[in-house]
């Protein structure tokens, strides 16, 4: 198999400022050609303009690139979000500083008023605590753990190895091995019978000061920071993401589904709404603050869950803030102090007033947008804003981008264009993106110049409509229908290939989450590892093809 030229992506951006010819193409193909860094502090596209289609294209080609790995922009991306990471610590650390001070003078006021509002809205959602329901919850998440990568982060290498765990974090871990009898068999080597405790020599856990810290590739600019944590302390911290994820769903908070907050985006231009975001808004919750708005045994039983130090490149750093990405409860408690904030805030102005959240994407009435701000402000987070609307064209939440109620959400070319795949889903979006284009612009130069490069034969396709990406997108008249079976396409196919697992660990973990682990069609499980990619003949079914695009 052999890549494809390495100037293909200086190819595809040529077309794509080719056919919009606008003086911005024309500032993105110089500084792509030139000045590679220069294309990450370009300016946005005028939101202020009425015309939406010339908005939509200028504000696709600047941002096509923004997150591509392969711009030669001379920026230590890892180095970036540490910094920034060093940063949110010393805000939390002035949050911190403010709420014990809170204590000592307490005043009336506004924002007072608010927290006391939101004391009561996040008790309410989390309910009575019972530890036993939550432990009854926990899981392995998908994710690198402080002493095991992500490419050996499975779950029976989670269940059956010496298991890290932080010492405040301890007995709850102890309680859920030490009443799981086939757990404790991975370790014994025999079912214990009746009530038993692990002896020094078989004590299967190892006590660790906290968090592994690790970057991510976000975009070109900086890299995204996680914090790796103990093994056992994410097995405990998913019964808390469950649980949390039910208590907030039942008052309106629906963290399984983006779309609520998609549509009120759409909706903002027209219903005088707002939406905020926040940076660095999961390294920005501060202990002090949990402290402050969540009830005395909730924010100790989280407090106990979570990892107090982070090892950042060798030296172990107390932290300030309370949890950070890599804590499996983060997400769901971020999106419940966020909740419960801006409502108490709205409440103020109107009792019907509109709040959405998702995370740190925010979706307020106007009116309150900056009550709101303040009181995030007075919390310790820093609202973006770049990112955050109060008014005018444009709002955007949750990935989705309007302009005047239009969708002009663009599309981001990520990866380098080596391999046959990404060849496929460059290809791809840009092929669905031109069904939304408001104008009509022929993106079928840059189109050409991606099937050019494709290496392999057969040429795999798929049918207009379809949401895969097995195949380049083509219209309907390049293919056979079989009424029984759908369509007949070549598409290329991802092979996985698998190792063995440890059985008596997987059947241990089955017995406690019998929904997960499910076999393999041969009829046992197996870790799933790098495979290979081959070229094959599937069948597409009719219903599978959602809106078409023209045939032409």
Request: charged share 25%; glycine share 6%; net charge positive.
């Amino acid at each position: 198999m052999n890549p494809p030229n390495s100037d293909v992506m200086e190819k595809v951006v040529l077309s794509l400022c080719e056919s919009i010819d606008t003086p911005r193409s024309l500032s993105v193909w110089l500084c792509f050609k030139y000045n590679q860094a220069a294309l990450l502090e370009l300016p946005s596209a005028d939101i202020a303009t009425n015309d939406t289609g010339m908005f939509q294209l200028e504000y696709l080609i600047t941002e096509y690139l923004k997150k591509y790995k392969g711009l030669d922009t001379k920026i230590d991306t890892a180095d970036v979000a540490l910094s920034k990471w060093r940063l949110a610590e010393v805000r939390c650390k002035q949050t911190n500083a403010r709420f014990r001070e809170l204590k000592l003078r307490p005043t009336t006021g506004r924002v007072e008023a608010a927290l006391f509002r939101a004391q009561r809205k996040i008790a309410s959602v989390l309910g009575t605590l019972r530890p036993s329901v939550i432990l009854d919850s926990c899981k392995w998440g998908p994710g690198a753990t402080f002493d095991l990568r992500r490419d050996v982060a499975t779950p029976d290498n989670k269940i059956s190895r010496t298991i890290s765990v932080t010492n405040s974090a301890l007995p709850w871990f102890r309680a859920v091995v030490e009443s799981d009898p086939h757990w404790a068999y991975c370790f014994l080597g025999e079912i214990p019978e009746g009530p038993f405790a692990f002896l020094p020599e078989y004590n299967p856990y190892k006590v660790v000061q906290g968090s592994r810290f690790l970057t991510v590739s976000k975009n070109a600019k900086t890299d995204r920071c996680i914090a790796a944590e103990p093994t056992g302390n994410s097995f405990l911290q998913q019964g808390v993401h469950s649980y949390m994820r039910r208590r907030l769903k039942r008052f309106g908070v629906d963290l399984d589904d983006q779309s609520i907050n998609q549509r009120l985006a759409q909706d903002a231009y027209s219903l005088g709404l707002s939406t905020l975001d926040l940076s660095a808004a999961s390294d920005s919750i501060a202990s002090e603050l949990i402290y402050h708005l969540l009830p005395l045994n909730w924010a100790l039983f989280l407090d106990s869950l979570r990892s107090h130090s982070t090892c950042v490149r060798g030296e172990w750093i107390r932290t300030e803030k309370f949890a950070s990405m890599g804590n499996a409860f983060c997400f769901e408690l971020e999106s419940l102090i966020f909740w419960a904030l801006a409502s108490s805030v709205d409440e103020t102005c109107s009792k019907d007033s509109v709040v959405s959240v998702y995370g740190d994407d925010i979706i307020v009435d106007r009116k309150a947008y900056n009550s709101v701000v303040e009181l995030l402000e007075f919390c310790g987070f820093e609202v973006n804003s770049e990112k955050s609307y109060k008014e005018g064209n444009f709002f955007e939440s949750c990935g989705k981008h309007f302009h005047r109620g239009h969708d002009v959400t663009p599309v981001f070319q990520k990866e380098v264009v080596i391999h046959p795949s990404e060849i496929i889903r460059a290809h791809n979006r840009l092929s669905r993106l031109s069904s939304r284009l408001i104008r009509g612009v022929a993106l079928e130069p840059a189109l050409r110049r991606l099937t050019k490069v494709y290496p392999l034969r057969p040429f795999p396709r798929i049918p207009y409509g379809v949401s895969e990406d097995g195949g380049f997108l083509r219209p309907l008249s390049e293919f056979s229908l079989d009424r029984n079976h759908g369509f007949r396409c070549h598409v290329l196919d991802y092979v996985p290939r698998f190792t063995e697992v440890r059985e008596h660990a997987v059947y241990a973990y089955k017995l406690r989450r019998f929904s997960s682990l499910n076999p393999l069609n041969k009829g046992h499980a197996a870790n799933v590892t790098k495979g290979r990619w081959r070229t094959k003949v599937r069948w597409v079914p009719e219903h599978a093809i959602g809106v078409l695009l023209p045939e032409s």
